[in-house]
């Protein structure tokens, strides 16, 4: 980690601890960026078994919104069908990123999805428009949740995906998107990842007794937007174990917020906030991603085990 970047987080915990608090039936109003373009590659894909991949831009109404959503297919000897997987963006929606981790997905043997729950391909481009943006999609639960079950069931529908082996992975506050679509008991989803997520889930409405999905957090240790916020990780804990979730935490040590993008150090500088990549880190995030994956179904076509 960068570290002198921790003399401006240590001067940041007032207005940190404020952001933490949310506001009421919203999530907390953190202050997203975009990161930068034409950043590398991220280091979590070297080593992996690369196939042959292809995508499509798609669109489809989802909820009050009409979504323009992109697609990523691999491209192997057999035709399939492939588990699919719904990648959720951060704040700033649908954006290079998110349709970077579908890429690598598609690569690995995977049909990906990456999202657009803003609708239109809608993105901020500054922290105001943001938070505005995300304030709007968590304040209104019950389209957020017709949005996702939109997207949910597109990617059912197409004939290269196995519709009983579908997973939703997310990262910062499209982790939190995912953890309450596993807290909601969404039917059809099998699993959720979280990448550095904020640990916001509300009880669900309907209430259900029992959460179907297995959930894996993986917990940036250093964020400060989650840790200084005493007993988030215990409250969402409790959460999920009212619905008897099989849930998983993975702690990161020396990690914080946006630990897998890569040029989070530059925009994290920009705008002084606890933003930082960290290479090991990411590479880990995903090895334990692949290993969620296999352990959740049968090998997708014809990917190889590391």
Not at 46 to 75: H, N
Not at 192 to 203: G, Q
Request: proline share 8%.
């Amino acid at each position: 980690m960068n570290s002198a970047f921790w003399p401006k987080v240590a001067a940041m915990s007032t207005l940190v601890l404020a952001l933490a608090s949310p506001l009421p039936g919203q999530e907390q109003a953190v202050q997203p960026v975009e990161p930068s373009k034409g950043e590398v590659t991220p280091g979590a894909i070297e080593g992996d078994v690369e196939m042959g991949y292809r995508s499509e831009e798609v669109t489809f109404k989802a909820g009050e919104i009409v979504s323009k959503a992109y697609l990523a297919l691999p491209v192997t000897k057999t035709p399939g069908p492939f588990a699919g997987i719904l990648v959720c963006p951060e704040w700033w929606g649908h954006n290079d990123y998110v349709r970077l981790r579908a890429e690598m997905l598609a690569k690995l043997g995977y049909v990906a999805l990456a999202v657009d729950l803003y609708g239109n391909g809608k993105k901020a481009h500054d922290p105001q428009t943001a938070t505005r943006l995300d304030g709007a999609l968590k304040g209104n639960q019950k389209e957020m949740n017709a949005r996702v079950l939109a997207h949910l069931k597109f990617l059912v529908g197409r004939p290269e995906v196995d519709g009983d082996a579908i997973a939703a992975i997310g990262y910062g506050s499209g982790g939190d998107v995912c953890l309450q679509m596993a807290r909601n008991g969404m039917r059809g989803l099998d699993g959720v990842v979280a990448f550095h997520p904020f640990f916001r889930v509300l009880p669900s409405q309907p209430p259900i007794r029992k959460a179907t999905a297995r959930v894996m957090v993986c917990d940036a240790r250093e964020d400060p937007y989650v840790h200084l916020n005493k007993g988030a990780v215990e409250a969402f804990r409790k959460e999920m174990a009212s619905v008897k979730t099989d849930l998983t935490i993975v702690p990161f040590p020396d990690s914080m917020q946006g630990f897998t993008v890569p040029g989070a150090d530059k925009t994290g500088e920009k705008f002084r906030i606890p933003y930082v990549y960290n290479a090991k880190a990411d590479t880990r995030a995903w090895s334990l991603l692949k290993g969620f994956l296999r352990d959740l179904w049968s090998p997708p076509g014809e990917a190889e085990p590391e």
